[in-house]
């Protein structure tokens, strides 16, 4: 596993770049509270299906998401292997079901390249900008645009 | 203690003496005539008043003063309690709620607000009662008082009275010395007649005297001929009173001033005497006695009581007296230490006596209960971990290890229900507040509407009160606002020009049912139909019942109102409180006769932290379902099972037929219906009535389950209450009995659905 390091210099910020089948994406670490393995969910009913279901983090009910199925790839069937990123959007706290946790990156903006123009909705909805590091590409994802504020769009 | 800490208890009595208020004058208002009930409310603003005093919270004591004249007047019956003197006296109610907030937190009152209801007040105590000045002369305010000391350190029940012997005129060594040089003044007679409510709330009227003597040159008679026999005499009774002559430069408001937080227990006459008329002239022998002796006064009541050598049993009496007085007194003490400590002494006394008929209270910081309400959760969870492991490693089932683990069980519940205990509040506050929100919104729009309240009493967790309020007031706004008609309208229409409304709190099922009814115009189904095509809400040729088009009232976005108005119609609808009720585990709906007015129907959870549940399986998942809502569990048999048009079955239990409600299929869980055969059947009852049998495929125990919030990271989802963590540590859904039911009653869970789709 090689890091792209660069020095803390002003600007740069931290990602954690995780595998998708496979493709490679990564998220803000400020982010991220915690990664784990997975459990089986409890289902939800009448969840839309990248909902899996909730599963219990010390006390607290916590929805998974299967970030495949979100991003419009075909679902995930979760294996041991797969870890669950637990994140903080907004108020809520979700797990994102991943298939595993390949990198953390410290970046400055230049190393980010614009997303091309594609002619999916979804993925213009959640790309924020490319990554090239060790001829890999990485895609930055924004977490809040996967799942905007049920509030404010039922208003 | 420090000072900050002392206004705070201050405000807390304001609190409850504003409550004690608000509803003695509701009950005036009903046609309550007791003479308790006026006393309870003068009582109240009387001890606001007097706090305030000692704070020097000048608006409120002011206010507050104008209040208790005009109150004086109710209470000597100079002044009818008509409907519309309290409407005044309702208004300056919440004006005097208005001060109290605003001396605790900062910030303004309506001025001109309080300006006009003081002027009111003031002209039903003159205008209509010219005799009132005389009530008017005890002069406001503590701060009038020069040394109101007496009632802080009211330890000593008078000993004249408990002894219950015939007094004897007494003097004490140090008299001489203590005695001031005569002074320039008036001559001033005073005639004191305690009552004994004076005694029984802690009041001494040696000490009174003892003030008294502070303002001059005194002489003091005892007029002792109402003492009955010693076998004849009621120990807690007032039998003397006192003459007083008083030379001095003070005024007599001064003198009234002294008896300023016992003035409503005795008879009290002052008058200005003829110089002419000397002390040896009074049909009595005056007899100076030196009060200051009662300084010391668990000393005093000891030598008092043994030089007079009384009986046992009084002696016990007017100690038990002397205990419970000194509980007040002790209540009082943190006032002890302030500049004027009688007047919050005085509200501490009076409340009390309110506490002794009541029972002890304390009170407790909301967060440590919080604490340990968090704590007995997490225990219920382990307990049940713990009992789960023990019997998958413990084949045999007889250990004493089982034992113990059921004696644990049993104690854990207990915990837990005195716990709940402790949060478990009447919803009176909240429906309090109400009444003055009708009163309020129907001044503003010019209605005549009565609140009708029911069940005040009904206890409920803290957090659902504390939650109940935003979207009650609001919906209580709508329904002056848009559900009672003009008064105008409302005589066209036949009816009392007066509306009504009703609130109802009961508890049902496991549940609390809050009904707010209105007798108003009820929904105008047309127009809300044409807001909804015009809204985009439905469909211009949407085919809806007259249920379904109340219903929508509830969507987003959705305000029927005409005009904007400046009460409701502030963009914030009626979804907005549907959410909120739903974010507490609640549901509401309504139900309207046009002409007749609408009723809604909220139910919510008793708490929003633990229940009792049934733990079953439905496809292979396990779901709780609220042991409330169960009636009965039955094993159906082939026989019993009907069909009933295309895909509705019906199961007959003892001759009646109830619809069977497949829970995974409802839940989506699988896509056929079960054979109803092979699972279990609960019988349930709902909220909408009706039973109806909820088919799972098997039952695996009973369990208390701590709830936890799905919203909090999630969202609502149709026909699941809540989640919760089972003995495995896995997390299982609580079933919404009624909202499944409603699901097979063919109503959609639709909206929900969009909305959980978002997430």
């Known amino acids: 596993m090689s890091y792209a390091v660069k020095n803390l210099v002003q600007g740069s910020k931290e990602l954690i770049a995780f595998r998708i089948s496979d493709q490679e994406f990564c998220v803000n670490i400020m982010s991220v509270r915690e990664i784990r393995g997975w459990t089986q969910a409890t289902p939800l009913p009448h969840a839309p299906a990248y909902v899996m279901g909730v599963i219990n983090l010390r006390g607290a009910v916590l929805p998974i998401i299967d970030l495949s199925a979100r991003l419009g790839m075909k679902d995930a069937e979760p294996t041991a292997r797969h870890v669950i990123i637990v994140a903080q959007m907004k108020t809520k706290v979700v797990g994102l079901l991943v298939e595993a946790v390949s990198d953390i990156l410290t970046i400055t903006d230049e190393n980010i390249q614009p997303v091309p123009e594609v002619s999916s909705d979804l993925e213009r909805l959640y790309a924020r900008g490319i990554l090239a590091i060790d001829k890999r590409m990485i895609c930055m994802i924004e977490l809040d645009a996967l799942f905007p504020d049920k509030e404010s769009e039922v208003a | 203690m420090d000072m900050n800490e002392i206004k705070e208890i201050f405000f807390q009595e304001c609190e409850e003496q504003l409550a004690e208020l608000e509803s003695g004058l509701l009950k005036l208002n009903d046609g309550d005539r007791d003479p308790e009930t006026v006393n309870a409310v003068f009582r109240a603003v009387h001890s606001i008043k007097g706090g305030a005093g000692a704070f020097g919270l000048d608006d409120l004591v002011s206010f507050a003063h104008v209040f208790e004249t005009t109150l004086d007047c109710v209470r000597s019956n100079k002044l009818e309690p008509t409907p519309d003197v309290l409407k005044v006296m309702l208004k300056s109610a919440d004006v005097l709620a208005d001060l109290v907030s605003a001396s605790r937190d900062g910030g303004g009152v309506d001025e001109s607000r309080s300006r006009s209801l003081v002027k009111e007040l003031e002209a039903l105590a003159h205008g209509e009662l010219p005799s009132s000045s005389g009530h008017d002369a005890p002069k406001p305010a503590a701060k009038a008082a020069p040394a109101p000391a007496p009632a802080a350190k009211a330890e000593l029940p008078k000993p004249s009275d408990d002894s219950g012997f015939q007094p004897i005129p007494f003097s004490f060594d140090g008299f001489g010395e203590d005695e001031e040089p005569a002074i320039e003044g008036s001559l001033y007679e005073v005639s004191f007649k305690p009552r004994r409510e004076l005694y029984s709330k802690g009041n001494e009227a040696a000490l009174l005297l003892r003030d008294l003597s502070r303002l001059g040159e005194m002489s003091i008679n005892c007029d002792t001929d109402a003492l009955p026999a010693l076998d004849k005499m009621d120990p807690e009774a007032s039998y003397f009173s006192w003459k007083i002559s008083i030379k001095t430069t003070k005024s007599e408001d001064d003198i009234r001033a002294v008896f300023e937080f016992a003035e409503w227990d005795c008879d009290l006459e002052v008058k200005l005497a003829e110089e002419a008329v000397s002390n040896e002239e009074l049909p009595m022998v005056p007899v100076p006695f030196d009060l200051s002796i009662l300084d010391d006064v668990s000393a005093g009541e000891e030598e008092t009581a043994s030089e007079r050598g009384v009986s046992e049993e009084t002696v016990a009496a007017a100690l038990s007296a002397a205990e419970t007085a000194s509980n007040v007194s002790r209540a009082a003490r943190v006032a002890e230490k302030k500049e004027s400590a009688a007047a919050t002494a005085a509200a501490q006394n009076n409340a009390a006596a309110a506490a002794a008929g009541a029972g002890q209270t304390i009170r407790v910081d909301l967060d440590r209960v919080d604490r340990l309400i968090n704590l007995v959760g997490e225990l219920v969870i382990n307990q049940a971990m713990l009992s789960q492991s023990v019997v998958e490693n413990d084949a045999t089932g007889t250990s004493a290890v089982n034992m113990g683990l059921e004696e644990l069980q049993q104690l854990t519940r207990e915990i837990q229900d005195s716990v709940m205990a402790i949060r478990a509040q009447p919803v009176k506050p909240v429906f ?328």
């Open chain 2, 432 to 759: 309090q507040r109400m009444s003055r929100i009708v009163r309020e919104v129907a001044d503003m729009v010019g209605k005549s509407i009565r609140l009708v309240t029911e069940g005040e009493n009904t206890e409920v967790d803290k957090t659902v009160i504390d939650k109940i309020a935003e979207p009650l007031t609001h919906m209580i706004r709508n329904a002056v606002d848009h559900g009672i008609e003009s008064p105008e309208k409302r005589e066209a229409a036949g009816k009392d020009p007066e509306g009504t409304i009703k609130l109802t709190a009961k508890h049902r099922s496991g549940r609390i049912l809050i009904e707010l009814a209105d007798d108003g115009a009820g929904i105008n189904r047309e127009r809300v139909r044409q807001k909804a095509i015009d809204n985009d809400i439905i469909a211009a040729d949407a085919n809806l019942s007259d249920d379904e088009i109340d219903n929508l009232i509830f969507m987003a976005g959705f305000s029927t109102a005409d005009k904007i108005s400046d009460i409701s119609g502030r963009g914030v609808g009626m979804d907005v409180v549907k959410r909120s009720i739903q974010a507490l585990g609640g549901r509401i709906s309504i139900s309207s006769r046009p002409g007749y007015g609408s009723t809604f129907t909220m139910s919510l959870p008793l708490t929003l932290a633990v229940l009792d549940g049934m733990v079953v399986t439905v496809a292979g998942q396990t779901l709780v379902v609220p042991l409330t809502a169960i009636v009965e569990t039955l094993q159906p048999e082939a026989s019993a099972i009907h069909s009933f048009g295309a895909n509705q079955r019906l199961i007959s239990i003892r001759n009646s037929f109830c619809p069977l409600v497949d829970v995974g299929r409802v839940l989506n869980y699988r896509a056929t219906q079960a054979n109803p055969v092979e699972g279990v059947a609960l019988l349930v009852e709902s909220e909408g009535g009706g039973q109806r049998a909820l088919m799972v495929d098997a039952i695996q125990g009973q369990r208390q389950v701590v709830i936890k919030s799905l919203e909090a990271n999630y969202t609502h989802v149709p026909g699941i209450a809540a989640a919760t963590i089972l003995g495995d540590g896995r997390v299982a859904l609580i079933l919404d009995v009624d909202a499944v039911v409603a699901a097979s009653r063919g109503q959609s869970m639709k909206p929900e659905m969009s909305l959980a789709a978002t997430g």
